[in-house]
Antibody, heavy 117, light 107 residues
Framework: EVQLLESGGGWVQPGGSLRLSCAAS???????MTWVRQAPGKGLEWVST????????FYADSVKGRFTISRDNSKNMLYLQMDSLRADDTALYYC???????????WGQGTLVTVSS | EIVMTQSPATLSVSPGERVTLSCRAS??????LAWYQQKPGQAPRLLLY???TRATGIPARFSGSGSGTEFTLTISSLQSEDSAVYYC?????????FGGGTKVEIK
């Protein structure tokens, strides 16, 4: 059974940092992986994608230069380092597994990030 | 950035009725289009990719059509458990983008 379990969310002040983790199991961890976020009561927003080997990364303009996606294929782990956090980064952050095309067939339950003073 | 526009924003439909949701792209995404269903308090669920290919385990009442800039998600006979928000997503170009969603309510 495929499982994605996010952790690392919480409350942080503006300008602070958090590192999100996503533990993957139940599949060969060679697929592209993505972070998608959802602000309270809002729609889905793509944040970042990393290819299966980790060699290529992609970011939304809203997070470029502040967030870093990475993965450790030996541990089946996906990460999102979030620096210089702003109030508009407040959201539920999901990790998701890509099909061979960049649509996402498995999602975690999300980890909540709240940025507030 | 490719902007995805979904319509209508909300739809109220009786069980058993046919439902048609629309998704329009600001430029061609060919068939690089996925549909997701999200129920309250749950993660999104992939319904369709490649505009018309059902994901594993998705009931046959869900179907998709379109290419280029105009896409449609059809629910042939609405069930009570289909009450949800539906999102389209293009994966033709970076950045990946989602539509704003269509909320389907049961009358």
């Amino acid at each position: 059974e495929v499982q994605l379990l996010e952790s690392g969310g919480g409350w942080v002040q503006p300008g602070g940092s958090l590192r999100l983790s996503c533990a993957a199991s139940g599949f060969t961890f060679t697929y592209a992986m993505t972070w998608v976020r959802q602000a309270p009561g809002k729609g889905l927003e793509w944040v970042s994608t990393i290819t299966g080997g980790g060699g290529d990364t992609f970011y939304a303009d809203s997070v470029k230069g502040r967030f870093t996606i990475s993965r450790d294929n030996s541990k089946n782990m996906l990460y999102l380092q979030m620096d210089s956090l702003r109030a508009d980064d407040t959201a539920l952050y999901y990790c998701a597994k890509a099909l061979p095309v960049l649509s996402y067939d498995y999602w975690g339950q999300g980890t909540l990030v709240t940025v507030s003073s | 950035e490719i902007v995805m526009t979904q319509s209508p924003a909300t739809l109220s439909v009786s069980p058993g009725e046919r439902v048609t949701l629309s998704c329009r792209a600001s430029q061609s995404v060919i068939s690089s289009l996925a549909w997701y269903q999200q129920k309250p308090g749950q993660a999104p669920r992939l319904l369709l990719y490649g505009a018309s290919t059902r994901a594993t385990g998705i009931p046959a009442r869900f179907s998709g059509s379109g290419s280029g800039t105009e896409f449609t998600l059809t629910i042939s006979s609405l069930q009570s458990e289909d009450s949800a928000v539906y999102y389209c997503q293009q994966y033709r170009n970076w950045p990946l983008t989602f539509g704003g969603g269509t909320k389907v309510e049961i009358k």
